[in-house]
């Protein structure tokens, strides 16, 4: 498939990478705008109307991602629609249109007296040397938890276990409750 849009080089490049990158993705609609977009194992979400992915390169770029450019061929639609007009060469050739004077001489400035009179002081404190950590470190009395499932139907499920007291007439009881 051979793309003929009016963006910059650059952009059509990586629109032309995005579209290959999506030769093994496939698609299935969901509902008349989302699709559901399998790329083997993974599976992300596609809103050509609002210009979303759930792998999120779509809104970052503001160019179809691989996921989005499956679904654009999947319903036969061109990508130029679907690209920030930012990127169009017209675009790009007006952010260059008026001149930017370079500055001149530092002895040259008019500085306010206001602004000469203000004191900037450094920052308070200092930030300890090498690299930052990832994550906190744990007090030894605090325990791992993962939560597997976030959902309200396996929640009391996961709280009898935990507490030892699990057994099927109790699950049965609390949606006798509700």
């Not at 970052?60 to 920030?84: F, I, R, T």
């Not at 057994?167 to 049965?172: A, F, H, K, S, T």
Request: aromatic residues 10%; glycine residues 4%; hydrophobic residues 35%.
């Amino acid at each position: 498939m051979e793309i003929f849009t009016e963006l910059g080089e650059k952009y059509d490049k990586l629109l032309r990478e995005n579209l290959i990158a999506s030769e093994q993705i496939t698609v299935s609609p969901a509902t008349e705008q989302l699709y559901t977009v399998f790329e083997g194992v993974k599976r992300n979400i596609v809103c050509l109307e609002e210009g979303t992915c759930s792998c999120e390169k779509f809104q970052m770029d503001e160019l179809p991602c691989p996921h989005a450019w499956a679904v654009l061929k999947n319903q036969q639609l061109k990508p130029g629609q679907y690209c920030s007009f930012y990127y169009k060469k017209d675009k790009l050739l007006r952010t260059y249109e008026f001149p930017v004077n370079p500055m001149p001489d530092e002895s040259l400035w008019v500085i306010p007296i206001e602004v000469m009179e203000d004191v900037v002081l450094p920052p308070k404190g200092r930030r300890k040397a090498g690299r930052p950590r990832k994550e906190r470190l744990r007090h030894a009395s605090e325990k791992e938890f993962k939560r597997a499932f976030s959902c309200s139907f396996v929640m009391p499920y996961v709280e009898l276990s935990i507490a030892g007291n699990w057994e099927m007439g109790d699950l049965v009881s609390l949606y006798d409750l509700e």
